[in-house]
């Protein structure tokens, strides 16, 4: 990775688009008032606002004007991980940031969101309706008991209401979570039992892939398993009356009363967001109003250089973090563009449709979808207009290079490519977008402001070139305050804290460049260790993922008995392929040519499908486990998986090995 330096990059930003980007006018302005570097570029800010961390935050506080309805004391109160205090003393509404744009009269008429679906009708929301509907709708659960820190749930689709939901429960101090009507009940009570909801909001069904699929009687058994709900509120996306004893929304949100913003202290909680959950109860974890505030401030309007001109569309549902990032949008003044179906329907090139109708102009996906319009052989750039978009931004898994290419090529050639990588955990960010820096192929701009990212070996040293352990070695604000029913702090403490006391260990390997960039490897509890050397499967399945007879791999490394390595790499075969000698020869040569003789599989295995959690992301540590011969039941949460019955070959595959 050293000779890093000498390779040309894909995308270099023009001086005007540097100079105008609102990091270079933030940059300038903290030179002049808090001390930063004013040359230098983004490398010389960033040294500067982890050296000098509490002086950064205050400046993006000030930068984007917070408001602080109590003054805080000092910025960085205890520093220690777990544990560090942010702001105290101070008190703010997140949701009261969220919608100020609705206060500006050239504004207010202009559109907060637009709302498309399958049938790509465009439906807008215009700020000062969205603000009305927000002050109702607090007003109506202030009159159900709605207390600050009490949790509102919501098992609804990416729509407008789950919006108003969410920020009405901001506005009167209550703690949001959410889950996608896709998920089933076991998965959903796995994580709304933990937290208790006293209101759920909920639709009667949703559409997607061209169908529609009714949840009535999943909206019952949650009923009847959350004993702690007050109300329950239907919304009828499907045109079903609302079941006996639950509220109409339409008469919730009818009123035209000014929102009343409960103002709270800086960490008091703002939403429950869940870890996958893969191997046991999803973790519940507590981020803050005050933290996400100031965090995704400096994300969406640094990092991502988004203001009021423009159109932030993302494909996610409402159980993944990046639907409250994009709901961050609001802060400002972006309108959002939320879809609402399959990202494949009716055809592959569903998403860009979606962007040309929308004028989108920061335009997010995943890594999976960019290779499957790759695989389909599809051209955006050709086939729509997608002159708006300024940026086209990937999470979810690292993008191969290869996807950085078709991006370049099929989307556009003078176009910001930002592969951003970060974790439910902290609701943001580690490394990713940076408009003012150019993109190289196959890898994350650079790290965040306020970020101290790192790359440790096992001793806790730093490397520059080499595979390491992601690290950050100083608090976020966005980092979770805690676990829900997590009294002692132990499982937050476990899961980051354990490896490197006080040091946040995300479980990433990662690759930092001696220019600054970063490279992700895949996860490092699944890692692949041959001969003690430690390789990430990120970097297989790009290699293996680029014939077209592979739909998609999973590689799996087993320490046997007898000391002994074993590596098979699963495959799901696209169709009309077949696992012929001719084939794995293929898969083994792709491998050995572009990594090296050690990543070559041991076996080549098909399978009928690779297993996901309910947010898109290959299993491997459920697998590994099955495979060394944990029982399915203590291997895997159930309600964490897409298809459990894909599990059943892996399970059947370590019998036969036995």
Same mark, same amino acid.
């Given at each position: 990775?050293?000779? #890093? %330096?000498?390779?040309?990059? &894909?995308?270099?930003?023009?001086? /005007? !688009?540097?100079a105008?980007?609102?990091?270079?006018?933030? @940059?300038s302005w903290?030179?002049?008032?808090h001390?930063?570097?004013?040359e230098?570029?983004?490398?010389?800010?960033?040294r500067?606002?982890?050296?000098?961390?509490?002086?950064?935050?205050?400046a993006?506080?000030?930068?984007f004007?917070?408001?602080?309805?109590?003054?805080?004391?000092t910025?960085?109160?205890?520093?220690?991980?777990?544990?560090?205090?942010?702001?105290?003393?101070a008190?703010l509404?997140?949701?009261?940031?969220?919608?100020?744009?609705?206060?500006?009269?050239?504004?207010?008429?202009?559109?907060?969101?637009?709302?498309?679906?399958?049938?790509?009708?465009?439906?807008p929301?215009?700020w000062?309706?969205?603000?009305?509907?927000?002050?109702?709708? #607090? %007003?109506?659960?202030?009159? &159900?008991?709605?207390?600050?820190? /009490? !949790?509102?749930?919501?098992y609804?689709?990416?729509?407008p @209401?789950?919006?108003?939901?969410?920020?009405?429960?901001?506005?009167?101090?209550g703690?949001?979570?959410?889950?996608?009507?896709d998920?089933g009940?076991?998965?959903?009570?796995?994580?709304?039992?933990?937290?208790?909801p006293?209101?759920?909001?909920?639709?009667?069904g949703?559409?997607?892939?061209?169908?529609?699929?009714?949840?009535?009687?999943?909206?019952?058994?949650?009923?009847?398993e959350?004993?702690?709900l007050?109300?329950?509120?239907?919304?009828?996306l499907?045109?079903?009356?609302?079941p006996?004893?639950?509220?109409d929304?339409?008469?919730?949100t009818?009123?035209?009363?000014?929102?009343?913003f409960?103002?709270?202290p800086?960490?008091?909680?703002?939403?429950?967001?869940?870890?996958?959950?893969?191997?046991?109860?999803p973790?519940?974890?507590?981020?803050?109003?005050?933290?996400i505030?100031?965090?995704?401030?400096?994300?969406?309007?640094?990092?991502?250089?988004?203001?009021?001109?423009?159109?932030?569309?993302?494909?996610?549902s409402t159980?993944w973090?990046?639907?409250?990032?994009?709901?961050?949008?609001?802060l400002?003044g972006?309108?959002?563009?939320l879809?609402?179906?399959s990202?494949?329907?009716?055809?592959?090139?569903?998403?860009?449709?979606?962007?040309e109708?929308?004028?989108?102009?920061?335009?997010?996906?995943?890594a999976?979808?960019v290779?499957?319009c790759?695989?389909?052989d599809?051209?955006?750039?050709?086939?729509?207009?997608?002159?708006r978009?300024?940026?086209?931004?990937?999470?979810?898994?690292?993008?191969?290079?290869?996807?950085?290419?078709?991006?370049?090529?099929?989307?556009?050639?003078?176009l910001?490519?930002?592969?951003?990588?970060?974790g439910?955990?902290?609701?943001?960010?580690?490394?990713?977008?940076?408009?003012?820096?150019?993109?190289?192929i196959?890898?994350?701009?650079?790290?965040?402001?306020?970020?101290?990212?790192?790359s440790w070996?096992?001793?806790?040293?730093?490397?520059?070139?080499?595979?390491g352990?992601?690290?950050?070695?100083?608090?976020?604000?966005?980092?979770?305050?805690?676990?829900w029913?997590?009294?002692?702090?132990?499982?937050?403490?476990?899961?980051?804290?354990?490896?490197?006391?006080?040091?946040?260990?995300?479980?990433?390997?990662?690759t930092?460049?001696?220019?600054?960039?970063?490279?992700i490897?895949?996860?490092?509890?699944s890692?692949?260790?041959?001969?003690?050397?430690?390789?990430?499967?990120?970097?297989?399945?790009?290699?293996?993922?680029?014939?077209?007879?592979?739909?998609?791999?999973?590689?799996?490394?087993?320490?046997?008995?007898?000391?002994?390595?074993?590596?098979?790499l699963?495959?799901?075969?696209a169709e009309?392929?077949?696992?012929?000698?001719e084939?794995?020869d293929?898969?083994k040569?792709?491998?050995?040519?572009?990594?090296?003789?050690?990543?070559?599989?041991?076996?080549v295995?098909e399978?009928?499908?690779?297993?996901?959690?309910?947010?898109?992301?290959?299993?491997?540590v459920?697998?590994?486990?099955?495979?060394q011969?944990?029982?399915?039941?203590?291997?895997?949460?159930p309600?964490?998986?897409?298809?459990l019955?894909?599990?059943?070959?892996?399970?059947?595959?370590?019998?036969?090995?036995?």
């Amino acid at each position: 990775m050293t000779s #890093a %330096a000498d390779e040309a990059p &894909l995308w270099q930003p023009g001086p /005007d !688009r540097i100079a105008t980007a609102a990091v270079t006018r933030f @940059q300038s302005w903290a030179a002049e008032r808090h001390g930063a570097p004013a040359e230098g570029g983004y490398a010389s800010l960033h040294r500067w606002s982890v050296d000098e961390l509490d002086t950064f935050w205050q400046a993006v506080a000030e930068w984007f004007d917070v408001r602080f309805s109590t003054p805080y004391e000092t910025v960085i109160g205890d520093r220690t991980m777990p544990g560090a205090q942010w702001f105290p003393g101070a008190t703010l509404n997140y949701a009261e940031h969220a919608l100020r744009t609705a206060e500006d009269p050239l504004r207010a008429d202009a559109p907060a969101l637009l709302h498309v679906d399958e049938t790509h009708t465009q439906v807008p929301t215009s700020w000062s309706e969205l603000r009305r509907q927000v002050g109702s709708l #607090a %007003a109506g659960l202030r009159a &159900l008991g709605v207390t600050p820190g /009490d !949790r509102v749930s919501g098992y609804l689709p990416n729509i407008p @209401q789950a919006v108003v939901a969410f920020l009405a429960t901001a506005a009167v101090g209550g703690v949001w979570t959410s889950c996608a009507p896709d998920f089933g009940a076991r998965s959903v009570l796995d994580r709304f039992q933990q937290v208790e909801p006293v209101v759920l909001f909920t639709v009667d069904g949703y559409r997607y892939g061209g169908k529609e699929h009714h949840r009535a009687d999943t909206v019952a058994e949650l009923r009847r398993e959350l004993p702690t709900l007050r109300a329950v509120v239907h919304i009828p996306l499907l045109g079903t009356d609302a079941p006996e004893g639950a509220l109409d929304w339409s008469a919730l949100t009818a009123a035209d009363t000014e929102p009343v913003f409960e103002q709270v202290p800086f960490d008091h909680p703002l939403w429950v967001l869940y870890s996958s959950g893969t191997t046991g109860l999803p973790k519940a974890i507590v981020q803050s109003q005050g933290g996400i505030l100031l965090e995704h401030f400096k994300q969406i309007g640094l990092h991502c250089d988004l203001g009021p001109e423009d159109r932030f569309f993302w494909y996610t549902s409402t159980g993944w973090m990046m639907w409250n990032f994009l709901v961050s949008g609001l802060l400002t003044g972006t309108t959002l563009v939320l879809y609402d179906g399959s990202p494949g329907y009716p055809d592959v090139s569903a998403q860009w449709r979606v962007a040309e109708q929308t004028g989108a102009t920061l335009f997010g996906t995943s890594a999976a979808y960019v290779m499957a319009c790759r695989k389909a052989d599809i051209h955006p750039g050709r086939d729509f207009d997608l002159s708006r978009i300024q940026c086209v931004a990937t999470t979810g898994s690292p993008l191969p290079p290869d996807g950085f290419r078709w991006l370049h090529d099929e989307v556009a050639d003078d176009l910001w490519i930002a592969s951003v990588s970060g974790g439910t955990d902290v609701c943001s960010c580690f490394a990713g977008a940076v408009p003012t820096l150019p993109v190289h192929i196959g890898e994350l701009q650079a790290a965040c402001l306020g970020t101290d990212l790192q790359s440790w070996d096992p001793a806790g040293r730093p490397l520059t070139g080499e595979v390491g352990e992601l690290v950050v070695t100083q608090p976020m604000p966005s980092m979770p305050v805690r676990f829900w029913n997590d009294p002692d702090g132990s499982r937050y403490h476990d899961s980051y804290f354990e490896m490197y006391p006080g040091v946040w260990r995300h479980g990433d390997w990662i690759t930092i460049t001696d220019r600054g960039s970063v490279v992700i490897h895949g996860r490092s509890d699944s890692t692949l260790n041959r001969q003690g050397v430690r390789m990430g499967s990120a970097d297989i399945y790009e290699a293996v993922e680029r014939l077209p007879e592979i739909r998609e791999s999973l590689v799996i490394g087993l320490e046997e008995p007898d000391g002994g390595y074993w590596m098979p790499l699963f495959v799901h075969l696209a169709e009309g392929a077949a696992l012929d000698d001719e084939l794995r020869d293929a898969i083994k040569r792709t491998i050995r040519e572009n990594l090296s003789p050690r990543h070559v599989p041991d076996e080549v295995i098909e399978v009928p499908g690779i297993p996901h959690t309910l947010t898109g992301k290959r299993i491997e540590v459920p697998v590994k486990r099955l495979l060394q011969g944990t029982a399915l039941a203590k291997a895997v949460n159930p309600g964490s998986i897409d298809n459990l019955e894909l599990l059943h070959f892996y399970e059947e595959l370590a019998r036969k090995r036995r």
